[in-house]
């Protein structure tokens, strides 16, 4: 997992820009941090096998489109209100004009969803599809000066334990929910977490290094390799400024080259996640040089053995009430099913591909 190159690969750019603007809009330094515990090591996992296959392909990014393709379907909206079923919205932007929705969410293994609610200072839950099954209240000992939620873009791991980062004043915080109880880990770096492989994160300090972090403790060790949820280890690579994807899986090396339909250079973005299969999925938004105005977004998955597959046409994902990230796309625990959160300005849309 090399350092990324140029400007870094969306997820990092996202995460960080997001914190960043969440800290601050919101009044107050974040209080003083208090010591933590050793961090105790890791056992050295063995390097990435040396390719076997290498290809060059080229994935093309078309413009955003008015509306999904037929294989994506909207499983659910959870709308905004006041009542406790819908999520809250915050002031932001232009003097207070914008309403701000919640921090993305996730799904969990046991098919659930959990959305980090900042207007509601919450972690609201709602089963498969929308339906509202309760919130775990934020409690003030935890809140940044008592009242300001600070947490973003949450991941939930194979145990169930939902976790969530935040700057603090010389470091950063992971939030976690375990078994209905709330507590908070403090690590001993700043640390943005763009992967993980229902155990341990994946992403990078301050200084661009990539890293690894244990949620259960707080250990960081630097990292070069992903592992999907199996286990299998692959690399993922993007170089914003070139058009260019490296990702290394099941023995081949791939090198996809990013372009528009005209053939120029599509300056992207990429998150990925892994399915439970050992695939890939990638989603994707930039723009191309000299049209800044026309949003480019797409997805696209990578099978280990058969390589690229077509890339979809998708919606623009942003809109007045994103908090700072486009959008979020994740994996339905223990399967290779793509799903995809938008924050829009009615409500939180969650799309799956069929």
């Known amino acids: 997992m090399a350092q990324p190159s140029g400007r870094m690969a969306m997820g990092l750019v996202s995460a960080l820009t997001l914190l960043v603007c969440v800290a601050a809009c919101s009044a107050g330094p974040p209080p003083p941090r208090s010591p933590t515990a050793p961090s105790p090591s890791f056992t050295p996992r063995p390097n990435l096998p040396a390719p076997l296959k290498r290809e060059d392909e080229t994935l093309v990014v078309h413009p955003a489109t008015a509306r999904f393709p037929e294989a994506w379907r909207e499983v659910f909206v959870v709308p905004y209100g006041s009542a406790r079923a819908q999520l809250g919205t915050a002031e932001g932007g232009e003097g207070g004009k914008l309403r701000i929705g919640p921090e993305y969410g996730a799904p969990a293994p046991d098919g659930t969803w959990w959305f980090l609610d900042v207007a509601?200072?919450?972690?609201?839950?709602?089963?498969?599809?929308?339906?509202?099954?309760?919130?775990?209240?934020?409690?003030?000992?935890?809140?940044?000066?008592?009242?300001?939620f600070h947490w973003s873009l949450p991941h939930i791991l194979d145990d169930g334990t939902l976790v969530a980062p935040r700057f603090t004043s010389d470091g950063s915080a992971l939030l976690r929910l375990q078994n209905g109880k709330l507590d908070e880990l403090l690590l001993s770096d700043v640390f943005t977490p763009i992967y993980d492989d229902g155990e341990r994160l994946y992403g990078f300090t301050l200084e661009g290094?990539?890293?690894?972090?244990?949620?259960?403790?707080?250990?960081?060790?630097?990292?070069?390799?992903?592992?999907?949820?199996?286990?299998?280890?692959?690399s993922f690579d993007v170089n914003y400024d070139t058009g260019t994807?490296?990702?290394q899986l099941g023995g081949i090396a791939?090198?996809?080259?990013?372009?528009?339909?005209?053939?120029?250079?599509?300056?992207?973005?990429?998150?990925?996640?892994?399915?439970?299969?050992?695939?890939?999925?990638?989603?994707?938004?930039?723009?191309?040089?000299?049209?800044?105005?026309?949003?480019?977004?797409?997805?696209?998955?990578?099978d280990p053995g058969a390589g690229l597959g077509e890339v979809d046409r998708l919606p623009n994902p942003f809109s007045n009430a994103d908090p700072g990230s486009p959008a979020q796309l994740s994996i339905i625990p223990g399967s290779a099913t793509p799903v995809l959160i938008y924050v829009l300005a009615d409500g939180v849309h969650v799309y799956e591909k069929t």
Do not use: C, M, W
């Not at 005209?262 to 990638?282: K, Y």
């Open 245 to 247: 994807i490296r990702i």
């Open 254 to 302: 791939h090198t996809l080259h990013v372009r528009t339909a005209a053939g120029a250079v599509a300056h992207v973005g990429a998150q990925v996640r892994a399915g439970a299969d050992d695939s890939l999925h990638l989603f994707l938004t930039g723009a191309t040089n000299g049209d800044h105005s026309t949003q480019l977004v797409g997805y696209a998955r990578i």
């Open 120 to 148: 509601k200072l919450r972690l609201a839950h709602y089963d498969r599809v929308g339906g509202y099954i309760g919130a775990v209240q934020i409690p003030a000992r935890l809140l940044v000066n008592h009242q300001y």
């Open 209 to 234: 290094t990539p890293s690894i972090v244990d949620p259960k403790t707080g250990a960081i060790r630097p990292g070069d390799e992903y592992l999907t949820p199996n286990g299998a280890p692959f």
